[in-house]
């Protein structure tokens, strides 16, 4: 049998259910293995191991009882630390957070989570209010690539793709407001969805707005959908959250590609320079998507980088979240935070509403070609992990992170489900990461593509080397 921590959530259910083994050394094994990889990676803000196992304890005389009580009873699940979990402080990669402060409630995924009898191993990295497509922070310090440590991990969700890609717990739950389940996600050779906004209902609301999405991070899409099935549970606190679906986000896994309509765009239209391996890579995966029968043209969405207006946004909302702070309090923050929340807060509401406009205008355009195509095909990435540490690679020329990361943000901006799977090592080692979009409300058509691609062979990468010789 393989070790505990290389099993999915379904396997680990599978065997609890059979008697193979229980949630506590199932929780034990993920216990060890974070403590083992965090010296390297620095995955974790906090494992709190007495709690995850006592949930763990709960989980296994209910199996014995044969009474479980829901679908992730006694998986070992992480949760970034930005998403509010009763029990301990949701410190956000600040210093200026007090972590002595009520910390009494559950976000909704995480109070869903809970209600399915998940395990909470503990709290993953996070940039300062996950600000920024790296993982690094004045409070933890940097998050560091599974496959190669002296790169980073990306972000903002690093220490979550870090914990997946490591054995560290199955599941991970992530947020997403400009790629930042995506990014990592590619980075560290792993799947992850960013839903349908609204899908997985938000509380507290983001001060980013209606950019966040909550999402999961997992081995593979059937272990995001499995999660989905959880997450994507009502809470009357967000009042933006979708009505909940009919049926379940496995139903049509199988269904394969046979017949749909695949555009693959490998560079928006030649506004994006992608590294040769990426290229290469991805287009193999498409190439496979054909040869399963879906329909694939080569086509670029209709619209012109919308950094601009996603700056704006963005920027506004780390004046946000930041604007209560005094002169100290300022002081704290990571300097690039400092300096885009600086920016943020020159914007006027004028110039707020003409990004909406922007937004408005991408999401018409994006509605329009989700009538002649089902599923969009980019890379997720246009690069491998750079070195751990900055926010650009150096010498790209890029300012901010968004100069390396224009395949994912659009897709915040038009609220569309968009996931990343993994395609390949370039040569250096490091896993490609294959984008893909559908229109609003079409998670399924997301799930179903990526899932066709890991019934194929066509997708997912060796473990990194650390968890290949059992550190």
């Known amino acids: 049998m393989p070790e505990l921590t290389e099993l999915t959530a379904t396997q680990l259910v599978d065997g609890y259910r059979k008697g193979e083994f229980s949630p506590v050394e199932a929780t034990r094994a993920a216990l060890d293995r974070a403590e083992r990889v965090q010296p390297a990676v620095n995955a974790f803000v906090r494992l709190d191991s007495d709690e995850a196992l006592a949930r763990a304890a709960g989980s296994t005389e209910r199996w014995r009882r044969g009474e479980p009580a829901g679908l992730l009873d006694g998986v070992p699940v992480t949760v970034k630390d930005i998403i509010l ?10 210093r200026n957070i007090d972590p ?3 910390w009494d409630e559950d976000a909704p995924s995480v109070a869903r989570l809970r209600e399915h009898g998940a395990v909470f191993l503990g709290r993953t990295t996070t940039p300062e209010f996950g600000w920024k ?4 922070s004045p409070l933890s310090g940097v998050t560091r690539n599974p496959y190669d440590v002296s790169r980073t991990a990306g972000g903002s969700s690093g220490g979550s793709a870090a914990a997946v890609a490591l054995g560290a717990g199955p599941l991970s739950l992530g947020t997403d407001g400009g790629g930042s389940v995506r990014i990592p996600a590619a980075f560290c050779g792993i799947f992850a969805l960013k839903p349908t906004y609204g899908r997985v209902p938000l509380y507290p609301a983001s001060a980013f707005g209606t950019l966040a999405h909550v999402g999961p991070m997992t081995r593979d899409a059937a272990e995001a959908a499995l999660m989905m099935d959880v997450i994507s549970g009502p809470d009357v606190r967000d009042w933006s959250a979708l009505a ?7 139903d049509t896994l199988g269904d394969g590609v ?7 765009s490998p560079s928006l239209g030649g506004q994006v320079a992608v590294r040769p391996a990426v290229a290469a890579a991805v287009r193999q995966a498409v190439e496979r998507l054909a040869g399963l029968g879906a329909y694939v043209s080569e086509a670029d969405p209709d619209f012109t980088d919308p950094v601009e207006a996603f700056h704006t946004l963005w920027f506004a909302g780390a004046a946000r979240v930041t604007q209560h702070f005094g002169p100290h309090q300022r002081e704290l923050l990571d300097p ?16 707020y509403l003409a990004a909406v406009d922007v937004r408005m205008e991408l999401g018409r355009r994006m509605g329009l070609f989700h009538e002649s195509y089902d599923v969009l095909v980019t ?9 751990a540490g900055v926010e650009v690679p150096k010498g790209s020329g890029h300012r901010r992170w968004t100069g390396w990361t224009p395949f994912t943000y659009p897709f915040n901006l038009t609220q569309q489900p968009a996931a990343t799977v993994p395609v390949g090592l370039d040569d250096d080692g490091l896993p490609v990461g294959l984008q893909l979009v559908a229109a609003r409300h079409r998670d399924d058509l997301v799930l179903r593509t990526a899932h066709a691609l890991y019934e194929a062979g066509a997708a997912g990468v060796p473990a990194p080397p650390s968890v290949q010789t059992k550190i």
């Open 85 to 94: 979990m009763r029990g301990g402080p949701t410190l956000r990669g600040s």
């Open 258 to 264: 046979r017949g749909l309509r695949v555009a693959y």
């Open 133 to 136: 497509g790296v993982t690094d």
């Open 379 to 387: 890379p997720t990435l246009p690069l491998t992990a750079f070195e």
């Open 100 to 102: 002595q402060g009520r």
């Open 336 to 351: 690039g935070l400092r300096e885009v929340r600086d920016l943020g807060a020159r914007h006027n509401a004028l110039e």
């Open 244 to 250: 909940p679906m009919d049926g379940s986000f496995r």
